[in-house]
């Protein structure tokens, strides 16, 4: 089992950054595609990005491009979401999700999320 731990949210003004960090513990999760993923009020969750095993051909949804940036670093088992340019639209929980079988998944586990909450 991979336990899934998401942090650095919060409430930042339009234009301002965050950088979202997502913890893994129980298994490393070096041979996992790790994603991102939102949910806005109301709405469904939707993916964002998406990172392969060893860093390599990161994926995005074509709303953050040239915005926001997964990484990841293996030995700290931990993936990260930077995310600049912030718009009011980008306000939500974020998700991390490991072991996706494709990008856009399905993946195997999941984090339970921070908020983000972007003013105007």
């Known amino acids: 089992q991979v336990q899934l731990v998401e942090s650095g949210g919060g409430l930042v003004q339009a234009g301002g950054s965050l950088r979202l960090s997502c913890a893994a513990s129980?298994?490393?999760?070096?041979?996992?595609?790790m994603g991102w993923f939102r949910q806005a009020p109301g709405k469904e969750r939707t993916f964002v990005a998406a990172?392969?095993?060893?860093?390599?051909?990161?994926y995005y949804i074509d709303s953050v491009k040239g915005r926001f940036t997964i990484s990841r670093d293996n030995a700290k088992n931990t993936v990260y979401l930077q995310m600049n340019s912030l718009k009011p639209e980008d306000t939500a929980v974020y998700y991390c999700?490991?072991?996706?079988?494709?990008?856009?998944?399905?993946?195997?586990?999941w984090g339970r999320g921070t908020q983000v909450t972007v003013s105007s």
């Open positions: 129980g298994r490393t999760i070096s041979r996992y595609t």
């Open positions: 999700a490991a072991d996706g079988r494709r990008y856009l998944g399905p993946y195997g586990y």
């Open positions: 990172i392969n095993s060893s860093g390599g051909s990161p």
